[in-house]
């Protein structure tokens, strides 16, 4: 009896040693192919300047970890002043055949209304290889539609400066979605995808996109951002927030389940 008892005494203390360990120190999923990923959970509370992987780039810009508006775990918030900006930059990121998928969760409190023709951009992608900047998230406020549209886009490449949005694909602010996008260099092709919905309306490719009539190349992709970057001075509204949660950078997609 007294061995049993013993042995019910060592269960039960490692059953409470079990329940003592925060939900925010178990093990994240592993994906395969992995080759960034960041849910925020094991980041210490307040400003931050870098991540698993990641370090910040910010002007007027700020990067906070906060508890999560979802009500479990951690989340990344990001605040810009004007047309500043507040990135999550993830160096040194080759991906085998120079394609990837990205998948994040994101949530956007107010897109600009002012000035007209605004820019703002999500994620970036670029290549020490060449000038070439590929944005696969991001749009712009169009006067003549009354609204945000989000839309593909790249700047500094032989193509132009340019973001190929859509009506079809509206910008809705203050609520979550789960957004990605493909990267295929096969034949310079973005892909993006909403709440796990294909957009094709946003689709661009090597001879179909919003540049001038030269092909649309990749450069050698090396480096991501992701974040928020608003370009003309003097927006209304003058400040913006964004939150995000659940990124995850693969050679194969990452479901949004």
Request: one cysteine or more; proline letters at 7%.
């Amino acid at each position: 009896m007294a061995l049993l008892r013993k042995a019910a005494a060592a269960l039960s203390a490692a059953a409470a040693a079990l329940l003592a360990i925060p939900p925010t120190a178990s093990a994240a999923p592993t994906y395969y192919g992995t080759l960034a990923r960041e849910n925020f959970d094991r980041l210490p509370l307040g400003s931050v300047s870098e991540g698993h992987g990641w370090t910040a780039d910010t002007s007027n810009g700020t990067l906070t970890v906060a508890p999560s508006s979802t009500g479990y775990g951690r989340e990344l918030r990001l605040h810009t002043e004007g047309n500043g900006r507040a990135f999550l930059v993830f160096p040194d990121l080759a991906a085998p055949g120079n394609s990837y998928w990205a998948r994040l969760r994101l949530r956007v409190d107010a897109f600009p209304t002012a000035p007209d023709w605004a820019h703002w951009t999500i994620a970036e992608a670029s290549g020490s290889d060449s000038p070439t900047l590929v944005r696969p998230l991001g749009g712009q406020y169009a006067p003549t539609d009354r609204g945000n549209f989000w839309g593909v886009g790249s700047d500094l490449g032989p193509t132009g400066d340019w973001t190929s949005w859509k009506t079809s694909a509206p910008a809705a602010a203050g609520k979550w979605q789960c957004v990605e996008f493909h990267l295929d260099a096969a034949d310079n092709r973005v892909t993006v995808y909403f709440d796990g919905v294909e957009q094709p309306d946003l689709t661009v490719s090597t001879n179909q996109h919003g540049g001038t009539a030269d092909p649309f190349t990749f450069p050698t992709f090396d480096k991501l951002k992701l974040g928020w970057q608003l370009y003309q001075a003097d927006p209304t509204p003058s400040a913006y927030d964004i939150r995000m949660d659940d990124i995850a950078v693969s050679t194969r997609r990452v479901s949004c389940s």
